[in-house]
């Protein structure tokens, strides 16, 4: 597949560490002593059987050992490592729980894969002041876990809430179902303590609300690893609303459900969740969660409203009216907290419902403008034609997030490059929409070449500059998210030579 | 409300003439190292260490470029004048939910993005970076670059336009911007409850931590003031709970607030502006105090030694800048450790590597 290539015969041009090819034995066991220096033996791993775990993240259909894995379990040793990294060459990839769908853990075949499971603790809760101080390798629900017994959580909610990790979270700046109220990890940490490839600890914002100078705090949030290593986080924590209702409202063509979401936020309601999914989606999960979703209707809405019991009594009632005043046929509004659930339930195992009736799936992550939906939808179900692929969609509908599924088996010959074909096609619709290649994602390894068809090159070469300010000699996660010039150069020619990048392992000179 | 008509297309056509009339200013700038002092309306020009350079006046570049209520997004080009833009959206129910501080009719877009100052509703919606969505700047080469975008969810490449917010104009001439925007409230009101300052510190922070629809807080003197926003039923159901006296002339009230036209501001003692933790104690300074943000913000009027300020600040998890006064001063904000003044002047030399942008505005070697 074309996205794995970066170090393959065009790699003659990039910097001789990018042109990874493996290490060989002797500088392997170098490596291995150096890390030993540093940390006890038992946390530097080198052996195949122990490094293939490590060897792809939630987007697996790229595979990759690193040379070495390291688990450091204190700052002073991220750091040291880092330090170490640098002054070796040796390229460094950080990684949470490996829950991330664009590839952005994937290792670097000739470098070091840190883990940050062992920073799992929570450091300091402090409910007067509404925030947690947790180590990176918490899990995202943990903290609101935590938080909850004082009646505070932690917003934002991807929705591999249960496994993924703050750290990761901080390196994506992942969303969830409730950001278009609450926001996205960007607006809800206050604090990162973060390791430089020098081995150098930065404190990037305060306890405060705002910090003096620039606010770098924004620059490495979403910085897919590679600007430091965050060791320490402080997270915002919410007052949790007291209640919550839900209204599903079904309708005959997805620009209805469109034009819905449009006149709610139009009425001046922010609703906490605004999902939509269309048909193919609800079809695909309803015999596996009966979520009660009408199954002839061509888009379902969710949309929540939390507050006080008055606040939502009102609010609730205005999206009934505008839901039916937009034509849908079919509206419920969740009488109780285990209705309000079993709607949730539907989306929320879009998914591995979509798992169960295909295979494979391949989950796309673009936003656009809103009023643009019904093009884009449109331009998706053309290209399950041109691919012979299914594709089911579900939207964040509040903030434009769209993710099509798109269903194929990877044990046909051919299909998952028909498949990626398709996704890079769907993100040059988001584009031409006016939007972006991701919403909430990132860009890892697997959206790199549409990077090139969203920013110019000089707008490239600034975020390349931005890295140098960080990390001048790119040991961090080297290769990911921002494509090298030169790349974007190749990226023409590797669509008409798409099959001759197959083998990227196999080194070409 | 998609912009179209003949003479705006003209329009568009003159400001695509002064970008690049800009971009070739800048350029020559940069190639003698001639300092420019960007200026949108002027309304903050006692804001900041002294400025240096020739005037580039950038008010010229002004209008609204893209504004769709439903999808919660606006572009304006920096030079719009504040007033203008917020009549726009308050023409369509909805607000700068960070409440920018104006501080004369002339404000601009561009120069309340780049002060990143934020009004008393920040610590119930967020901030001016929060709401930044992209930017379209000129770097000091004289480069255009687009940055973010136009949706509210977008995590392709560095967040380099939030990096814009509070940069002072030392990293780019602003040229268009894009936010989000959200819904006026359906009903306001405000309440004075009679506390001093720890009383009112200690119910600001639990209060925080409850559902309360709490949208700004000042505590001056004897009275904490309370503005709740939402639905009527909420508000009103919250203002029961909470107690205390209704505020008449609220709107005016927080106007004064944000604008600094409050009597706290008057006299012409030196006015800092301290961000700290919210469970901070009454700071132990000389003068007087007024704060915001559920206790995040304080404002003080003190001649205290600028050093012993600071480390009060640092003391309780914050800064503090020299927010005004009498004389500008070199560097009116908190020093920065060693290790980020160093990345400071490494991202200063990306995008601005001449450094003739607002020059010294921020700190003295920026």
Known sequence: ?509 | MTQGSASEFAGTSAMHNLVAHWSERIRRCAETAQPLRIRGGGSKDFYGALKQGELFATGDYSGILDYEPTELVVTARAGTPLRELEAALAAQGQMLAFEPPHFSEAATLGGAIASGLSGPRRAASGSARDFVLGIRLLDGRGQDLAFGGRVMKNVAGFDVSRLMAGAMGTLGVLLDISLKVLPRPEHELSLCLRLDSSEALRHLNAWAGKPHPISATCHEGHCLTLRLSGSAAGVDAAARQLGGERVTQAAAFWRALREHEASFFADDTPLWRISVRSTAPALPLSGRQLLEWNGALRWAKTDDDPAMVRDVARKAGGHASLFRAPRTIDSPFHPLPGAAMALHRRLKQVFDPAGILNRGRLYPDL
């Open chain 1, 1 to 509: 597949m074309a996205g794995i290539t970066e170090h393959a015969p065009q790699a003659a041009a990039e910097p001789p560490h990018l042109a990874a090819t493996g290490l060989g034995t002797r500088e392997r066991a170098a490596l291995a002593a150096e890390l030993r220096a540093i940390l006890p033996a038992e946390s530097v791993l080198v052996e195949e059987e122990q490094l293939r775990p490590y060897e792809c993240d939630g987007l697996s259909a790229y595979r990759r050992l690193p040379a070495a894995v390291v688990l450091p379990s204190t700052e002073a040793e991220v750091c040291r490592i880092l330090a170490t990294c640098n002054r070796l060459g040796v390229p460094v990839v950080a990684r949470g729980a490996g829950t991330g769908l664009s590839g952005g853990a994937l290792p670097h075949p000739g470098g070091v894969l840190l883990s940050l499971a062992r920073f799992m603790r929570i450091l300091e809760l402090d409910p007067i002041a509404r925030t947690a101080r947790v180590q990176p390798g918490v899990r995202n629900l943990a903290v609101s876990e935590a938080a909850a017994p004082y009646g505070l959580y932690y917003a934002p909610d991807p929705s591999s809430q249960i496994a993924c990790t703050i750290g990761g979270n901080i390196a994506e700046n992942s969303g969830g179902v409730h950001c278009l109220k609450y926001g996205l990890t960007v607006h809800n940490v206050l604090r990162v303590r973060l390791c430089t490839i020098e081995g150098e600890v930065l404190e990037i914002g305060s306890e405060a609300l705002d910090s003096p100078g620039y606010d770098l705090l924004a620059l490495v949030t979403g910085s897919e690893g590679l600007l430091g290593v965050v060791t320490e986080a402080t997270l915002k924590l919410l007052p949790n609303p007291r209640t919550a209702r839900c209204v599903l409202a079904a309708f005959d063509s997805v620009t209805a459900a469109g034009d819905a979401v449009a006149a709610v936020i139009g009425a001046g309601i922010i609703p906490a969740g605004l999902e939509m999914m269309d048909k193919a989606a609800t079809a695909a999960v309803e015999p596996f969660v009966n979520a009660g979703y009408p199954l002839d209707a061509e888009a379902i809405l969710l949309c929540e409203v939390d507050g006080t019991e008055a606040e939502v009594g009102a609010e609730i009632d205005r999206v009934d009216a505008i839901m039916r005043g937009s034509g849908s046929q079919h509206i419920r509004i969740s009488r109780d907290e285990a209705e309000r659930l079993r709607f949730w339930s539907g989306r929320k195992a879009a998914f591995p419902a979509v798992g169960r009736i295909s295979p494979d799936y391949y989950c796309m992550d673009g936003t656009i403008p809103r009023k643009r939906l019904a093009e884009v939808l449109a331009g998706i179900a053309r290209l399950e034609k041109k691919y012979a692929l299914r594709c089911a969609n579900v939207f964040h509908a509040g903030d434009g997030n769209l993710h099509p599924l798109i269903l194929y088996d990877a044990n046909q010959p051919g299909e998952l490059e028909r498949c990626e074909a398709f996704g890079a096609e769907i993100l040059e619709l988001c584009i031409a929409a006016g939007g972006t290649i991701t919403g909430e994602h990132g860009v890892g390894i697997e959206k790199i070449d549409q990077m090139c068809v969203q920013f110019p090159a000089e707008v490239l070469a600034a975020f390349h500059a931005v890295k140098h300010a960080f990390d001048p000699a790119e040991r961090l996660n080297p290769g990911k998210a921002i494509p090298s010039l030169h790349r974007c150069a190749e990226f023409g020619r590797m669509h008409v030579h798409r099959g001759a990048e197959r083998f990227p392992e196999l080194p070409r000179f």
